[in-house]
């Protein structure tokens, strides 16, 4: 294993383990942590495929792994887990005096704009740099899906609509689909992007996804979720899919918020929507 990887911790977890990690980014120039789920097929020397999960606004690496309650499946399934942090941190890195932007918001974006430039390059880091770094020193395969929750499946939508072949499955839970057009993107665009709106659509699912290639995508809305009408608009999504004849499952599911009480309902169905696909793409 790299010496540049230090294990933080290690807890037995449904046969595999649960490991969290930090390391120097050359992506950030900081510090970064994420968590990976190794099930119990990586102990007999099998390579598995890997689920990266992106997280939501304030999150880190630890929310879905002690909220979703996935380990459980991905151990039937043989399903590596890996969940980086949801932005750079530290002393020096910029932050702002609120939720929705600075430290734990980093919106999966590479900032062009001083001073988030210097650190916030989470574009990078989630495409390249973690996967090279898992692949190079954990027992996993090549194939990957992605996954994520709110600001994260904003950020899990955009990485795998811009980067075609590279991920089997995409899906997400009460995504920002449309980030250019609500409060929550406008507010992080601007001011890691500056004000030029062609910046941003490089960052936008809703106008990806007019040019994008077809992959199977899966997604959950809980239907009480009090985010939904101005900040999530899944409708967006669905009507920019239905002018693709896009591979797109939308499920508005009642009576459901914007909690992990609602991620953690459907994870079990997300998981296999992505092993289906991972062994599907051979």
Known sequence: ???????????????????????????????????????PQTAQGDKVPVLYWLSGLTCTDDNFATKAGAQRVAAELGLALVMPDTSPRGEGVADADRYDLGQGAGFYVNATQAPWSTH?????????????????????????????HSMGGHGALMVALRNPGRYASVSAFSPIVNPAAVPWGQLAFSTYLGEDRAAWAAYDSCQLLATAQPL???????????????QLQPEALQLAASKRDWPLTLRLQPG????????????????????????AAG
């Open 1 to 39: 294993m790299s010496a540049s990887l230090e294990l933080l911790s290690s807890q037995r977890a449904f046969g595999g383990w649960h490991k969290r990690y930090r390391h120097q980014s050359a992506s950030t120039g900081t510090v970064m942590t994420f968590a990976i789920y190794l099930p």
């Open 120 to 148: 916030y390059r989470m574009y990078d880091y989630v495409v390249d740099e973690l996967p090279a770094l898992v692949e190079g020193n954990f027992p996993v395969s090549g194939k990957r899906a992605i996954s994520g």
């Open 216 to 230: 199977p995508t899966l997604v959950d809305q809980g239907e009480q979720d009090s985010f939904k009408p101005e």
């Open 256 to 279: 459901y918020d914007h909690s992990y009480y609602f991620v953690a309902s459907f994870i079990e169905d997300h998981l296999r929507f992505h092993a289906a696909n991972l062994v």
